[in-house]
Protein backbone atom coordinates (compact mmCIF):
# COMPACT_ATOMS: atom_id res chain seq x y z
CA UNK A 1 0.00 0.00 0.00
CA UNK A 2 1.04 3.65 -1.15
CA UNK A 3 0.49 6.51 0.73
CA UNK A 4 0.12 10.27 -1.40
CA UNK A 5 0.01 13.72 0.49
CA UNK A 6 0.55 16.79 -2.00
CA UNK A 7 1.18 20.56 -0.81
CA UNK A 8 2.46 23.39 -2.12
CA UNK A 9 -0.57 24.63 -4.26
CA UNK A 10 -2.02 28.40 -4.00
CA UNK A 11 -2.51 31.49 -5.85
CA UNK A 12 -0.10 33.03 -8.34
CA UNK A 13 -0.25 35.86 -10.93
CA UNK A 14 0.45 34.49 -14.65
CA UNK A 15 4.35 34.36 -15.14
CA UNK A 16 4.64 33.44 -11.70
CA UNK A 17 6.14 30.13 -9.95
CA UNK A 18 5.02 26.97 -7.73
CA UNK A 19 6.66 23.95 -6.42
CA UNK A 20 4.44 21.20 -5.13
CA UNK A 21 5.94 18.47 -3.39
CA UNK A 22 4.11 14.34 -2.76
CA UNK A 23 5.11 12.89 -0.03
CA UNK A 24 5.09 8.91 -0.29
CA UNK A 25 5.07 6.63 2.33
CA UNK A 26 5.04 2.55 1.99
CA UNK A 27 6.70 0.23 1.48
CA UNK A 28 8.61 -0.70 -1.60
CA UNK A 29 8.44 2.84 -3.35
CA UNK A 30 10.95 1.68 -5.53
CA UNK A 31 8.69 -0.41 -7.92
CA UNK A 32 6.78 2.56 -8.45
CA UNK A 33 6.91 5.58 -10.74
CA UNK A 34 5.75 8.44 -9.66
CA UNK A 35 3.22 10.78 -12.30
CA UNK A 36 1.78 14.47 -12.04
CA UNK A 37 -1.78 14.93 -13.14
CA UNK A 38 -4.46 17.54 -13.27
CA UNK A 39 -8.02 18.31 -12.78
CA UNK A 40 -9.31 22.20 -13.94
CA UNK A 41 -13.65 22.60 -13.85
CA UNK A 42 -15.47 20.78 -15.95
CA UNK A 43 -12.60 18.68 -17.15
CA UNK A 44 -10.94 15.35 -17.43
CA UNK A 45 -8.59 14.69 -15.21
CA UNK A 46 -4.86 15.19 -17.53
CA UNK A 47 -1.40 13.91 -17.53
CA UNK A 48 1.28 16.59 -16.42
CA UNK A 49 4.85 14.51 -15.90
CA UNK A 50 6.25 11.36 -15.03
CA UNK A 51 9.95 9.89 -13.01
CA UNK A 52 11.03 6.97 -12.02
CA UNK A 53 12.97 6.63 -8.90
CA UNK A 54 15.90 4.99 -9.78
CA UNK A 55 17.67 6.67 -12.77
CA UNK A 56 15.12 9.55 -13.06
CA UNK A 57 13.76 9.13 -16.90
CA UNK A 58 10.66 11.51 -17.13
CA UNK A 59 8.17 12.21 -18.80
CA UNK A 60 6.14 15.21 -20.12
CA UNK A 61 3.11 16.43 -21.27
CA UNK A 62 3.68 18.98 -24.21
CA UNK A 63 1.48 22.09 -22.70
CA UNK A 64 3.94 21.80 -19.52
CA UNK A 65 7.14 20.91 -21.33
CA UNK A 66 10.04 23.95 -20.89
CA UNK A 67 8.00 25.26 -17.86
CA UNK A 68 7.44 22.38 -15.68
CA UNK A 69 10.24 20.35 -14.06
CA UNK A 70 9.43 16.82 -12.29
CA UNK A 71 12.21 15.66 -9.53
CA UNK A 72 12.66 12.95 -6.41
CA UNK A 73 14.09 13.35 -3.21
CA UNK A 74 14.49 9.65 -2.33
CA UNK A 75 16.06 9.73 1.26
CA UNK A 76 12.51 12.55 2.00
CA UNK A 77 10.15 9.85 -0.41
CA UNK A 78 9.21 12.88 -1.98
CA UNK A 79 8.37 14.22 -5.56
CA UNK A 80 8.26 17.41 -6.96
CA UNK A 81 6.99 19.77 -9.53
CA UNK A 82 8.85 22.84 -10.39
CA UNK A 83 6.15 25.34 -12.65
CA UNK A 84 7.66 28.19 -13.73
CA UNK A 85 5.73 30.70 -16.04
CA UNK A 86 2.49 29.62 -15.18
CA UNK A 87 -0.81 30.61 -17.47
CA UNK A 88 -4.44 30.93 -16.46
CA UNK A 89 -4.69 27.31 -18.42
CA UNK A 90 -2.80 25.97 -15.38
CA UNK A 91 -5.30 26.07 -13.00
CA UNK A 92 -6.12 22.87 -11.59
CA UNK A 93 -6.21 20.36 -8.99
CA UNK A 94 -2.84 18.36 -9.36
CA UNK A 95 -2.85 15.39 -8.27
CA UNK A 96 0.03 12.85 -7.41
CA UNK A 97 0.19 9.02 -8.45
CA UNK A 98 2.22 6.02 -8.05
CA UNK A 99 1.89 3.42 -10.30
CA UNK A 100 3.25 0.45 -10.69
CA UNK A 101 2.99 -0.71 -13.94
CA UNK A 102 5.78 1.53 -14.74
CA UNK A 103 6.47 5.05 -16.22
CA UNK A 104 5.22 4.14 -19.76
CA UNK A 105 1.63 3.27 -18.70
CA UNK A 106 1.25 6.49 -16.51
CA UNK A 107 0.88 9.08 -19.11
CA UNK A 108 -2.27 7.29 -20.62
CA UNK A 109 -3.65 6.15 -16.97
CA UNK A 110 -6.96 6.97 -15.35
CA UNK A 111 -8.02 7.13 -11.31
CA UNK A 112 -8.28 3.53 -11.83
CA UNK A 113 -4.96 2.52 -11.64
CA UNK A 114 -2.23 3.22 -9.42
CA UNK A 115 -2.59 5.00 -5.87
CA UNK A 116 -3.26 8.53 -5.98
CA UNK A 117 -3.31 12.00 -2.78
CA UNK A 118 -6.01 13.89 -2.45
CA UNK A 119 -4.79 16.55 -4.74
CA UNK A 120 -3.29 20.31 -4.16
CA UNK A 121 -5.27 23.20 -5.71
CA UNK A 122 -3.20 25.58 -7.98
CA UNK A 123 -4.93 29.32 -9.08
CA UNK A 124 -3.33 31.01 -11.81
CA UNK A 125 -4.47 34.63 -12.18
CA UNK A 126 -4.44 36.94 -15.63
Known amino acids: QVQLEESGGGLVQAGGSLRLSCVASGRTLSKFAMGWFRQAPGKEREFVAAITWDVGNTIYADSVKDRFTISTDSVKNTVYLQMNSLEPEDTAVYYC???????????????????WGRGTLVMVSS
Open 97 to 115: NADGRGIAAIPTSSPRFGH
